[in-house]
């Protein structure tokens, strides 16, 4: 299935971003909706659920910036959709006239950007205050700074950021990263932990982290990919919020199988951790049994003085114990390291 497709139809948040959008259409004649990745997809979507319901609706779409540039918006409204019918000041303003009239009936504009051209929001203000629910339907989409705080009569208001969850987006990142052949199951979660939390919530730059380089090079990627997407030109531009996502990944991989390692030591070496027990370390915690033993103790207590069983046993301990220190100490780890541990789970 085609990554858009697969956003748009099984990510939850998603789905729901284009329901309520459509759901909308029935109940106000004015929306004002956040650009959302996937762009064209999501109005080819759209459109298609709109005649779906109606299919005598005219449906178009223009840029806000590139349409009649040269006229007042309402003037260019009534010039090419009411061009008929004889309009005096004294009616009100052409929004005004027109939403009265029901000029922009069976009519659904869809106006693309209009950030870039906050004039149609002043427009789109008049006109939803006196439209009718017989009347046409204006969608004003919007990127980068919400061109309103709020509604205003007659108008919903759709922030993208307020739909999709991490949940979403570690989702579709493990989908992507599934494509991949030949990579380890861990090497993969770790992937989908890296991609979906730094993409935010694009799916589209989620996409193109769901790799392999993200494990080797992730500030080298970034900055490959700064120029396409504003949210990889920030993390290029913050380098500290890029080591702390990383930091957040592998404490959410690596802590897990630590603690797996943990046990089957434990279980390894039982009777002879039994043997220097009970003991208080130097927090003054009592540990009676192989369980109450962390890695710490396990090294104090035991390891540092008797050795292990194993060459093997010994240099799996020390990175174990090496990595657990290091993260806790807000480090991350290399990635051979991260590599190796990974390789550790059953």
Request: include cysteine; charge should be negative.
């Amino acid at each position: 299935m085609e990554k858009p497709s697969l956003w748009w139809n099984y990510m939850s948040g998603a789905a729901r971003y284009l329901q309520d959008t459509v759901a909308a259409t029935s109940d106000y004649r004015v929306l004002l909706i956040e650009e959302p990745p996937y762009k064209e997809d999501f109005f080819h979507l759209l459109k298609e659920r709109l005649l779906q319901r109606d299919s005598s609706q005219q449906i178009e779409q223009m840029q806000a910036d590139e349409w009649a540039r040269d006229l007042d918006v309402g003037e260019a409204l009534m010039n090419d959709y009411a061009h008929q019918v004889e309009y005096h000041p004294m009616d009100g303003t052409r929004p005004e006239y027109m939403a009265k009239n029901n000029l922009l009936s069976g009519r659904v504009l869809i106006v693309r950007e209009t950030n870039r051209r906050t004039e149609w929001i002043d427009c789109a203000i008049e006109y939803a205050k006196f439209s009718s629910q017989q009347n046409g339907l204006l969608i004003l989409t919007y990127s980068a700074a919400r061109p309103l705080a709020t509604a205003r009569k007659g108008m919903k208001l759709l922030q993208w950021g307020e739909y999709v969850a991490h949940y979403d987006m570690q989702l579709f990142a493990s989908y992507c990263i599934a494509e991949k052949p030949g990579l380890t199951l861990g090497i993969r979660n770790y992937i989908t932990q890296l991609a979906s939390r730094m993409a935010d919530t694009d799916p589209e730059l989620c996409s193109m982290l769901a790799v392999e380089e993200t494990v080797d090079d992730a500030f080298g990627l970034l900055r490959k990919l700064a120029d396409r997407y504003g949210t990889a030109r920030n993390l290029v531009e913050n380098p500290q919020k890029v080591t702390s996502i990383i930091w957040e990944a592998q404490i959410h991989l690596v802590f897990p199988i630590i603690e797996e390692m943990r046990r089957r030591f434990i279980e390894r070496y039982r009777s002879a951790l039994q043997g220097v027990l009970p003991q208080r370390d130097n927090f003054e915690k009592l540990l009676q049994s192989p369980e109450d033993m962390e890695l710490r103790h396990m090294w104090y207590f035991y390891f540092k003085a008797n050795g292990f069983l194993s060459s093997d046993d010994e240099r799996c301990f020390h990175m174990l114990y090496e990595a657990r220190n290091q993260l806790a100490h807000l480090d991350t780890l290399d990635r051979e390291m991260i590599r190796e541990i990974v390789s550790l789970q059953v």
